[in-house]
């Protein structure tokens, strides 16, 4: 099947010729025609898979239809909610992309930026707006924004933004929304509040699944590292120097871990950002920037990079941390082995961390496969076994362990470190940065 026979209008064809696309993905193919036809829709696809366009194109053929080009200023026929601002940008990006022959209007409402800034394109009038509900709740508040005249809905990776517990803020949203409208929802996972929150809004959805809910790509080889919490920086700088890694993107759990741990490897002699949600949006902007450039090689994130974030050909994600929702780690390591690219997800485990990966397991109905030989004292990951532990703050992430002298990395060569040095533990300093 071409765009052609999906019944998009000619302004969008040539755009979409523009980018060199020819044929649509399952997502595209399923979604698209229901869209268009004005019906609800549930979606269910893994990221990557082209589901922005699923929605942004057929979005575009509606409002066009009933376009009014004399209108002023102009009102807001379509708003997409998301829960990232990395994510509203690659929305925006797409919108503008194949909205390039349209005389349409999109802004991005989104924390971190300038909110007078914002209120004056508000001002000016557009035709669809990408937002966070955090800030779009901002200017309902303070009257900056009128929603009264919203045709289609958009909930774009809507487990996330249960998961983060933007559901008080989505439900103030719809409720200053006209009751007669177009509901899209997008969720990667399914889940008891993704299906209660749908049955809310949605009216006689279509349901579109282009692929089983909570699997991963058969494009990503997936690694479990079991290794002692004081050794994962040593490994990783270890994996990463050894194996000449050009592009790593790096999950941990906290924002204090993120730039600590990005320290640690610029010390290590590794090129290193850090993204997290204390980051300006400017600073956020521009360590995504110098990686997706090659100008650092390791991006260090928290999950508010596991979604939005759309790097051609990432070849290596690591979770240096596991994350505490098991679905979560499907979002992490689908930024890898995107659009029929070969990828690799790498997890280091620590014992404390066993009841995680059994979480994880779990949902994904299978064992991820163990590497044997860490090169360090082998640990066990069973859940039996593991050692209880103190929760982290969420926002400093400081732990009360006492961690035992870390072990040596059998045969480790840092970059800057001679061969045949001692090789480098968490304590240790390069002199080289």
Same mark, same amino acid.
């Given at each position: 099947m071409s765009f052609q026979a999906l019944g998009l209008s000619q302004q969008l064809l040539n755009a979409i010729s523009d980018q060199g696309y020819t044929t649509p993905t399952?997502?595209?193919?399923? /979604?698209?025609?229901?869209?268009?036809?004005?019906?609800?829709?549930?979606?269910?696809?893994?990221?990557?898979?082209?589901?922005?366009?699923?929605?942004?194109?057929?979005?575009?053929?509606?409002?066009?239809? !009933?376009?009014?080009?004399?209108?002023?200023p102009r009102r807001i026929r379509a708003l997409v909610l998301v829960p990232t +601002?990395?994510?509203?940008?690659?929305?925006?990006?797409?919108?503008?992309?194949?909205?390039?022959?349209?005389?349409?209007?999109?802004?991005?409402?989104?924390?971190?930026?300038?909110? !007078?800034?914002?209120? +004056?394109?508000?001002?000016?009038?557009?035709?669809?707006?990408?937002?966070?509900?955090?800030?779009?709740?901002?200017?309902?508040?303070? +009257?900056?924004?009128n929603l009264s005249s919203v045709e289609i809905l958009v909930l774009d990776e809507a487990d996330r933004m249960l998961d983060m517990g933007f559901l008080p803020d989505i439900r103030r949203v719809i409720g200053n929304l006209p009751k007669q409208r177009q509901n899209l929802l997008f969720s990667a996972t399914y889940s008891a509040p993704i299906k209660a929150l749908a049955n809310q809004i949605l009216q006689n959805p279509i349901l579109v699944e282009v692929a089983k809910p909570n699997v991963t790509s058969d494009n990503i080889s997936e690694l479990v590292y079991g290794i002692a919490r004081e050794?994962? +920086?040593?490994?990783?700088?270890?994996?990463?120097?050894?194996?000449?890694?050009?592009?790593?993107?790096?999950?941990?759990r906290t924002k204090h871990g993120a730039d600590r741990l990005e320290k640690q490897l610029v010390t290590d002699g590794?090129?290193?950002?850090?993204?997290?949600?204390d980051k300006t949006q400017g600073a956020r902007t521009k360590a995504l920037d110098l990686f997706k450039n090659g100008k650092v090689s390791v991006l260090v994130a928290t999950d508010i990079a596991a979604r939005g974030l759309d790097i051609d050909d990432l070849p290596h994600v690591v979770n240096y941390d596991l994350p505490q929702v098991p679905e979560d780690y499907i979002h992490r390591i689908g930024r890898t082995g995107r659009a029929g690219a070969l990828g690799a997800a790498i997890s280091l485990v620590s014992p404390e961390?066993?009841?995680?990966? /059994?979480?994880?397991?779990?949902?994904?109905?299978?064992?991820?496969?163990?590497?044997?030989?860490?090169?360090?004292?082998?640990?066990?990951?069973?859940?039996?076994?593991?050692?209880?532990?103190?929760a982290p703050n969420k926002e400093t992430g400081k732990k009360d362990f006492r961690h035992s002298k870390p072990a040596e990395k059998k045969g480790y060569v840092a970059r800057n470190q001679a061969p045949g040095a001692k090789p480098k533990t968490q304590g240790s300093r390069s002199r080289s940065r």
């Open positions: 399952p997502v595209q193919k399923q /979604a698209i025609p229901h869209i268009l036809a004005g019906k609800d829709v549930l979606a269910g696809a893994q990221t990557g898979t082209g589901k922005t366009a699923g929605f942004t194109l057929p979005l575009l053929h509606r409002l066009m239809e !009933n376009h009014d080009p004399h209108q002023k +601002r990395e994510l509203a940008a690659q929305v925006l990006e797409s919108i503008k992309t194949y909205g390039a022959h349209l005389p349409l209007i999109a802004e991005m409402v989104v924390g971190g930026a300038s909110i !007078n800034m914002q209120i +004056r394109q508000l001002r000016h009038g557009c035709d669809i707006i990408v937002a966070t509900t955090g800030r779009l709740c901002d200017h309902m508040n303070e +009257r900056n924004i050794n994962k +920086r040593a490994l990783l700088s270890y994996l990463i120097g050894s194996n000449n890694w050009q592009q790593v993107l790096v999950f941990v590794i090129r290193s950002a850090a993204l997290h949600g961390e066993s009841s995680q990966l /059994a979480e994880i397991e779990k949902l994904l109905k299978r064992k991820l496969p163990r590497i044997a030989d860490t090169g360090y004292e082998p640990v066990s990951l069973n859940v039996i076994d593991a050692p209880k532990k103190k």
